[in-house]
């Protein structure tokens, strides 16, 4: 019993979660609270690359962009901006 015990709830935890990035706050993401800021980043330069039909990536501009942004969110009141605005904000595109 203590084994199928121990097998549902290890299953259980592995289920996999939604997240809504367009609800993503600063605070969130610079806090890790979704996830390493790294890997959630790398999903947000693929979503906009994507937007633009590109399939290169550079790796200095995405360390460059990743450090502007958790500068930005850390920032004041950044924390409670979107995350997809503050990267409107920091990019200057709408």
């Known amino acids: 019993m203590a084994l199928l015990v121990t097998l549902l709830c290890t299953s ?10 367009a609800k993503i706050t600063c605070r969130q993401f610079a806090g ?11 999903w947000l330069s693929g979503y906009y690359h994507g937007k633009k039909n590109s399939t290169s990536l550079d790796k200095q501009a995405f360390e460059d962009n ?3 942004l958790m500068n930005f969110c ?3 009141d950044n924390g ?7 990267i409107e ?4 595109t709408p």
Do not use: D, M, Y
């Not at 890790?32 to 790398?42: D, S, Y």
């Not at 904000?89 to 200057?92: A, K, L, P, V």
């Open 12 to 21: 259980l935890a592995e289920a996999q979660v939604t997240i809504e990035v």
């Open 32 to 42: 890790g609270e979704i996830g390493q800021p790294r890997n959630v980043a790398a």
């Open 66 to 68: 990743l450090t502007r």
């Open 74 to 76: 850390r920032k004041g």
């Open 80 to 86: 409670k901006i979107l995350v997809l605005k503050a």
């Open 89 to 92: 904000q920091i990019s200057g």
